[in-house]
């Protein structure tokens, strides 16, 4: 209790520094030290019908009534609905709807108890307020707060009033649509069914995704509570927090700090508020304002959103959107309110109203007595903004009663006089349940074109208009109609929200943003950690390869094979094709030494046949050297197999004919050195190696080495074949298009067998070097070989340190290089001779340096 006390004296700190400083007149502490009070005792308006004329005085009575400040719209608005109703000629005619004048305006419940003791008393009630021989009242109209209707039916069922006809005006409450407590009792207010959805239909128009709640401890505030969190899973809008207040006023206390540091430490920007506003909650909104917590606020009509007591500043962005039923404007009101003149009459409501607008001076002797005030001022702007035409939702609810009432009474008089035509009084036996039975029955058109249902299962959906309200000093507020909710249309056109009003209202129609994380822009995506709301996420960027063109998106998206992602990670683009082509320099450079080196061995070939009797020719083998040439010239042209737009054929080709036409020329190349090797022993003495020379054992040797490797090849072909394969991730931006060797252990297979041929035929050209020169090229075929195994010793290394086109020029160029080696030492010296020194190409001259 000492908390609540050191509280509220916190609190109107601000309100005693601005009764010093303005000792004469503070309409601003006036005004919200009647607030409460007001609103807690309620008001009650007792309806009768009675066959009368009502006088114009009767409403210069009426505002000559001294009453509370709170209570005079809802006055108000019964009088000017009760005289537009007594003036229709066509509804009750004769008779006319009149309410009880109290000291105040209206009755409470306290006077209300006193006005039924002293009418038990004097053993009678006043005329037009026994409803038959029931002896209960014939209307009575309850509100704002629904307490007050609970509270008047507990004192009516007390004194044994049970069948009294209530209208309540006010915010719908679910407890009094129970029709077994309440059974003679009419919601005028139309249930909040649409108001979830509108309101985050709001929230997300503004790409607001993190909202604070602050909503009652009780049955309606868990309920709407439920129904929020549903609509606001659906569209990933996320809580940063819920303030359930408790009713308790001392449990509040203990915890109000909590709730304080809640909405002050959040991160958002908007907060939505649902409850009574008589209750604790209300006690919380002031205090979070009046601490300067600058918030967007949402909430509904019944809220008085006028309660911050601090500066306005315009620098500061806080304001309330205002959700309210949604009705035809009434323009009767409009000339109703324009009539009243403030000076000619006492009520200092009106006093008020007009020196706040018109800056009117207070006499520091009596702040009721204005002057210097502008008396042809046009009061419109003045009820446009400040009263909100006089008519909120509350004041709509009692304008709607007294039309119910006025056809419930016309249809049930003119039953009467269908029925009984020479009883027409309404007096007579008019017990309430009669008017009850009409009254459940009752719809109609009021005068501004809304449909009014009386029976609640025949209501239609709430819409809502949606008010941006902006607090100025003094209690003044600009409230601004900025939108619409209509649950009767599509989704995507339900909410319609005008940002041109928004734009006048607050110069811009940027609203502050309410988001629990940034935005994950292109190139990024949301990634959730343990424990984090729906709302709230890290934006990482995409993965290799992978792209997001979107904002805020939970998955980036892979490209195609044949696409790869730019730098940014928001764009696909198509990747080049790479393989060693014949229109690249490269691929144009090894063919054409392909294409040179095979004309060469062509027209070595050609020689060595052209002159095949000679001896140079003759010495050297030449069935093994046309082989050797043969080999070489296929060797040459299988380079093009390499070069171009690999196909399934093509890899099948490559290795397989590099492997066979290899094995060819090294097997003949062994075979020449064995021919040499024998030659050289058959003229040895006692030696019988002549069979072997004669016999075509050279021949065998290479027949013999190319089975294997047809072997070898063959088995690879069975196992895993060489196939066309697409490499995305060698090279960034490019596919690689290549065979693919298929069996690393085959390929490695035919290329070791080719390397010990290779190895045998160096070691057997090195050790028969020493031979007499006459017959012997043995040193050509010593020198070629290591020629032949040192580039293909070299390969192994630069083959796989290179990647993608290069790796296949490395091959062609290896293949290349030891077929001219081959070529270059073995057969350039004997063309040389055939065609430049002829003369070193005979018997005698052979003989000659052979005898030397």
Known sequence: MFTFIFLFLLLNIPLLVARFIHPSCFWRLKQNEDMNEDLEKG??????????????????????????????????????????????????????????FQEDGCMSLPELESFIYLSQDNGAFPLNYICGEENSWTVVLTGPRWKTSVNFRKVVIL?????????????????????????????????????????????????????????????????????????????????????????????????????????????????????????????????????????????????????????????????????????????????????????????????????????????????????????????????E???????????????????????????????????????????????????????????????????????????????????????????????????KFSPYFPKSQQLVVSEDIIEWATGGKQMPPSICSPDCGPGLRKFWKEGMAACCFDCVPCLENEISNETNVDHCLKCEEDQYANTEHNHCIHRAVVFLSYEEPLGMTLALMALCFSVFTAVALGIFVKHHNTPIVKANNRSLSYILLSSLIFSFLCSFLFIGHPNSVTCLLQQITFGLVFTVAVSTVLAKTVTVVLAFNVIVPERRMRHCLVSGLPNYIILTCILIQIILCAIWLGISPPFIERDAFSEHGKIIIFCNKGSIISFYSVLGYQASLALGTFIMAYLARNLPDTFNEAKFLTFSMLLFCSVWVTFLPVYYSTKGKFMVAVEVFSILASSAGLLGCIFIPKCYIILLRPERNSLQKLRWKGSS
Request: net charge negative.
């Open 43 to 100: 008001c009650l308006f007792l309806l009768s019908a009675v066959q009368l004329s009502v006088e114009k005085d009767y409403f210069n009575h009426f505002l000559n009534i001294k009453m509370p400040t709170k209570i005079y719209p809802y006055a108000m608005a019964l009088a000017f609905s009760l005289n537009e109703v007594n003036r229709k000629s066509d509804l009750l005619p004769n008779i006319s709807l009149v309410f009880d």
């Open 159 to 383: 004194h044994g009033l049970q069948k009294v006809l209530q209208l309540t005006y006010g915010p719908f409450h679910p407890i009094l649509s129970d029709h077994e407590q309440f059974s003679c009792l009419y919601q005028m207010a139309l249930k909040d069914t649409s108001l979830v959805m509108a309101m985050v239909s709001f929230i997300i128009y503004f790409h607001w995704n993190w909202v604070g709640l602050a909503i009652s401890d009780n049955d309606q505030g868990i309920q709407f509570l439920s129904h929020l969190r549903t609509e606001m899973e659906k569209n990933a809008v996320c809580f940063s927090f819920v303030n359930m207040i408790p009713v308790d006023i001392p449990l509040y206390m203990s915890k109000a700090g909590v709730y304080y540091n809640q909405v002050l430490t959040s991160s958002t920007n908007v907060i939505i508020i649902y409850g009574d506003s008589d209750t604790t909650l209300a006690l919380s909104f002031r205090t979070w304002e009046s601490l300067g917590i600058q918030r967007l606020w949402v909430t509904t009509s019944q809220w008085d959103v006028t309660t911050s007591k601090r500066d306005f500043n315009l620098d500061s962005f806080p304001s309330t959107f205002v959700f309210t039923h949604k009705h035809a404007e009434i323009t009767g009101i409009k000339n109703f309110v324009q009539s009243l003149n403030p000076l000619k009459y006492s009520h200092t409501y009106l006093a008020r109203l007009e020196w706040m607008a018109f800056s009117c001076d207070v006499s520091a002797s009596n702040c009721k007595n204005l002057k210097n005030c502008s008396y042809n001022a046009s009061l419109e702007w003045l009820m």
């Open 385 to 483: 903004q400040t009263f909100e035409m006089a008519f909120s939702d509350g004041s709509y609810d009692i304008y709607n009663a007294v039309y119910a009432v006025a056809h419930a009474f016309h249809e049930m008089i003119f039953q009467r006089i269908d029925n009984s035509p020479k009883d027409n009084n309404i007096r007579s036996k008019s017990p309430c349940l009669e008017l009850h039975s009409f009254l459940k029955k009752t719809n109609f058109i009021n005068p501004v074109g809304d449909r009014v249902y009386m029976n609640e299962k025949e209501k239609l959906q709430a819409e809502y208009d949606i008010f941006q309200v902006w607090n100025f000093p003094h209690i003044l507020e600009l409230k601004v109609k900025i939108g």
